[in-house]
């Protein structure tokens, strides 16, 4: 009888254990490396496939008939449990569980030719497989019976003769054992002094298949003389794409998803950089080209014979049928900009390989990468590739209205520019511009006034009452050639800033980035390797420094640009360490262009990543974003509880924020997380929550969980003042500024 769905194993799922190792040292887990294509190599490659098979044989159930019908969830548990035991890439998830299938199945085979093939016919042997194989103690019995009565049924005696026939065609076998690829290049490297990308999978597929006396057998020997062939004629076919050396000398065309010579775990993405529809759009490119080459030799060839007064209609006639060919092939730029969300936010810079004449999406080809930390539109889920800055040198699809041509932005900027101010003749223009603001200003007071009279509140309101006009500035034409050159005003410019100008540190800040950062697009700030546990950086523009000065809403970036600031004051200044480490926000922060249940799969991946990167630290400090408003998890890993922060009065835990920590700490430690709700300061305004969060996180740092736990935040203020408000505008500012100049 056969099991085809989870729930058979449910029970048996729960007990299964997984394989006990004692580490060689008290360092931790086996870091593993990876070569150029994400294949683990080294020492440390062995110790993991070792580890594999042995998670293979015994976590997962062998009454699975098939690898598929394992589940998802018990796939995650392998990986999890991988990861407890070795530093592995995140991204090589699928290649690792794929490995684990292997395995298993490999195990599968085994007990079935060593125990059950040579004994299934014999009456008298057939009594020994009533129990599992006495090396393999930990096979239950019962699943030794249903393993064996789905290996002697008849249904499986047709399946196996099936998969025979199929091997049987398979003429070139290799010889490399547990070696594979991957260090077989590496072995090669230390031999020749070549370089990775300098050795060819034909090399690799001759010397995978040579035996260990020597040679090659009979079938390997055609086509190793062939290889041999190839690469001494310089006279034959093209060797572009998958059309090179190996794929000429077996004779038959690459198939989907694998690459000869390479290995399971290549792909042709990673191998060829090209699109998968790639021989045929070579193929069709080559005829094109050959066929425009042709008509210019003959041209030239009628040059040499002096034949140079070809007559208009038949040099006309030409150059229709090689526009006809190909209408915008030559002159045509390629090279497009890449932007995510809207047209204005470019994030790399790419070529357009084809087109699909599909509505929505182009094939692109990402060259320069300038935004690491966006995600990818369309992702390669099957690489593991979400972000801008992984899927350098890969073909994607792109939303067409967000891919725009280089050509096309030029043309856009060649645009004549609106007459400049200094065309004015005289200051009395000046004064009339003037005073048309001030009638404009008066006549918005009064209206104020009769609402508030109409409403029945005969008292402004506070912010109105202090609210100061921006100072005038002595050169008005200057001032409206900024404003026109930067487009239309944002949010921030009309807002006027607000305790700026009593403020030394944010009166020099601001000096400097109305002088420097108004020149650029945005300035980069590298964040050091420890602060996420990983390679990061962020951009700060003029708008996220004017949100500063003006109290508005910040954003992300300038949230990150606070972190680093804390940590750089926590490990290079005199505040005192108390084990914190951070999360960026914009990793577990939703996005529009995830669904709710994808999103919070893979955020919660990303916390327990960081978990089980955060070295000694205990406290894990976790800013978020569900939607215009920041609010604060403090995660105290000692004692399992999570603190939630938010400057709303009355507000409740968000329940996006709770599924993520509590998915993570089940992925990390199988633990329950127990929840409380801090007591904090609260806001007043609408825009405050980032700066109230990021005084949150100040007063974490420098007092440790303490804090939390005795409900001191904000020490007992039930709103935090201007100058505690300004203190924090102060040092995220002052520190986005020093990068300026770097």
Known sequence: MESNSDSDHAEENKSQRGPTIKSKSSKGKLIITYNKKGVPIGKESVALSTFEGLVARTMIPITYTTWPKVGKERKEELWQYVMAHFVVDPKSRKQTIQSIGTK?????????????????????????????????????????????????????EETSKKAKKVRAHHKYNHHLSRKGY????????????????????????????????????SDVQVVVD????????????????????????????????HVRGMGKFVTPQQYFYLPNTVKHYMDTEKKKYDKRLNKLEDELEKLKRGVNNVSEAESCQWGNED????????????????????????????????????????????????????????????????????????????PRHLVIQCSDLEKMLEKPKTKPVKDLK??????????????????????????????????ISENKKNRKREPKVENEKEDVQVNEGKGGMTRAQRRPRLRVENNAVLTMTALVVDAQVLKV?????????????????????????????TLDELTGSVITAYMMFLYEQMKNGPKLDHGICFVSPSAISPSERKSKRKHIADASRVVADRLSTRKDNDIIILPYNPGRHWVLAVLDMKTYTCYYLDSIMNSTINPVLRQIIDAAMSLYAMQSVNWVKAKCPYQTG?????????????????????????DNVGEGKVVYTDEDIDGIREGCSSFGATFVFK
């Open 104 to 156: 298993w199945r490999n195990f599968k085979h085994t007990l079935y030719r060593d125990y059950i093939e040579t004994q299934k016919n014999d009456p008298e042997e057939k009594k020994n497989l009533l129990n599992p194989p006495l090396e393999y103690p930990f096979l239950k019995k019962e699943d030794w019976k249903l393993f064996v009565s789905q290996r002697t049924s008849k249904q499986w």
């Open 182 to 217: 991957a260090r077989l290049t590496t072995e090669i490297m230390q031999e020749t002094g070549l370089e990775e990308e300098e050795i060819d999978r034909a090399m690799l597929w001759k010397r995978a298949r040579e035996l260990k006396i020597g040679g090659f057998d």
């Open 226 to 257: 062939k290889i041999d062939k190839l690469k001494e004629s310089d006279s034959g076919e093209g060797t572009c794409g998958t059309h090179d050396v190996l794929t000429q000398a077996l004779g038959t065309d690459e198939q989907r998803g």
């Open 323 to 398: 526009l006809e060919d190909n209408p915008d092939e030559e002159p045509l730029d390629m090279s497009c900009f890449l932007a995510v969300d809207n047209a204005s936010n470019i994030v790399a810079k790419g070529t357009i390989l084809m087109d699909t004449n599909e509505e929505e999406f182009l094939r692109v080809m990402l060259e320069i990468c300038l935004h690491r930390e966006a995600l990818l539109p369309v992702p390669l889920e099957e690489e593991f590739i979400m972000e801008v800055g992984d899927a350098i040198g890969q073909i994607l699809s792109w």
């Open 426 to 459: 005289s200051n009395k223009q000046i004064k009339q511009l003037r005073g048309t603001n001030e009638e404009n200003e008066k006549e918005l007071e009064q209206k104020i006034v009769q609402v508030e009279k109409v409403t029945g509140k005969e008292e």
């Open 521 to 549: 697009d945005s300035i980069k700030l590298q964040c050091v390797d420890d602060l996420f546990g990983y390679e990061s950086f962020t951009y700060l523009n003029w708008d996220d420094f004017e949100a500063i000065f």
């Open 686 to 710: 609408g825009t405050e929550c980032g700066y109230y969060v990021l005084k949150f996180m100040k007063e974490v740092v420098e007092e440790g969980i303490a804090i939390l736990a005795n």
